[in-house]
């Protein structure tokens, strides 16, 4: 098949759930390309707003080809940019097919918006789509107010899930907390994001006893994410005595309102780090004996998958779906609960692991060869029933 990706996230916001299944879906001999539009925000990345490409050019990622495009986004003038966004997309488009000829197949990855870009493009030239989902309901409602909303992009986006030959959740919980914005009126099939458990490869950690045990966290700086919570439970883990370092790392951690925040917390043993690349995750996470995770919402965060892929186990709250609750791997603990969130630390810290068969579980529900196959089905499908 000749299949085209479109992301509605991609770096440096991202997305590279994107790339992964482009990548698993071309070793099992497809023709896979990715088209990128990335709209950059000033109060995002100012560095990255102003020296990114202002011009469309293709790239070669890990193999893949991507048409890529950078879009500047206007503050505050959503619909505006969302419009802009959509036309820079098809334009794309028309040029790929002049280029590469028509694709037999349009994945999209989130409705908003590269599923609303697949829609228009499989209206205007006859072709299928689908679209797996990664948003969590907290980022819905942060944007289009409480559920039912009256928001001008809900009907739109209802759109896209309604004329879609299939919409693949990354988690099964995901249909029933997207429902009130979302209905049920469209056709969905389960389907785990796909991680490279070649590259995060077991590796064994040589024995805390007689070092401090370390723990990391691999998350952007953002509320959602849970560091003030993270933070209250590293405070109550510093007067239980416990001998932990915490190793920090995601976009804004080396800025200064973490910084602050640790200052003011108080706490000892956290080193930050800012954002790494694919290689910088992993040896972070070889450098690790576990990973934590304080999110008040997640669909399916891959960096779990590579944690427990690594060998590691994972202590996070109760939003991530049951996919990523491995036995033996993962303790899990209430939302928004330091104390929990510290004892779930401490339970970690005196468990032991048995970390090869945890990343054989990884292994045998995310690598690129079982989500790809799986993934090949759902489009083959989506062509022949076109």
Avoid at 102 to 122: E, M, Q, T
Avoid at 132 to 149: F, K, N, R, V
Avoid at 229 to 256: I, P
Avoid at 287 to 305: G, K, N, T
């Amino acid at each position: 098949m000749h299949i085209l990706e479109i992301p509605s996230f991609f770096p440096p916001y991202g997305g590279l759930f994107c790339l992964d299944q482009a990548k698993a879906l071309a070793s099992l001999g497809h023709e896979v390309r990715v088209l990128s539009n990335v709209q950059l925000g000033v109060s995002i990345g100012l560095g990255d707003y102003l020296t990114l490409p202002y011009v469309r050019y293709e790239r070669q990622l890990e193999g893949v080809t991507v048409m890529q495009s950078y879009q500047r986004g206007v503050p505050k003038a959503v619909r505006f940019n969302v419009r802009r966004w959509l036309s820079v997309v098809l334009s794309m488009y028309e040029e790929y097919e002049r280029k590469y000829g028509r694709p037999d197949v349009l994945h999209a990855h989130c409705a908003k918006w590269a599923g609303r870009a697949a829609l228009l493009i499989g209206r205007r030239y006859g072709l299928p789509y689908v679209v797996t989902e990664h948003l969590p309901l907290m980022l819905l409602q942060e944007e289009y107010g409480p559920a039912p909303s009256t928001a001008w992009q809900i009907p739109l986006l209802r759109e896209v899930y309604r004329e879609a030959s299939m919409v693949i959740p990354v988690s099964e919980e995901l249909v029933a907390d997207t429902a009130c914005y979302y209905g049920r009126d469209y056709r969905w099939q389960y389907l785990s994001n796909t991680i490279d458990t070649d590259f995060y490869h077991y590796q064994p950690r040589t024995p805390s006893v007689g070092r401090s045990f370390r723990f990391c966290c691999l998350a952007d700086y953002y509320p959602r994410k849970g560091y003030d919570v993270l933070f209250d439970a590293w405070q109550q883990l510093q007067q239980e005595g416990a001998d932990v370092e915490l190793h920090m790392a995601g976009r804004l951690t080396d800025a200064s309102p973490c910084h602050s925040a640790i200052a003011r917390h108080g706490l000892h043993g956290v080193t930050t780090y800012g954002r790494l690349d694919k290689h910088g995750v992993r040896k972070l996470l070889y450098h690790a004996d576990a990973l934590v995770l304080a999110s008040r919402s997640e669909v399916q965060p891959l960096v779990l998958l590579e944690a427990m892929s690594t060998g590691i186990p994972v202590v996070s709250t109760e939003c991530i779906p049951r996919c990523l609750r491995l036995e033996g791997g993962t303790t899990i603990v209430p939302i928004g609960d330091a104390r929990a969130l510290m004892e779930g630390m401490l339970h970690i810290v005196r468990t032991p692991v048995d970390g090869l068969a945890l990343s054989r579980q990884v292994e045998s529900m995310a690598s690129p060869r079982v989500v790809g196959r799986k993934l090949e089905a759902v489009l083959k499908s989506a062509v022949s029933a076109y």
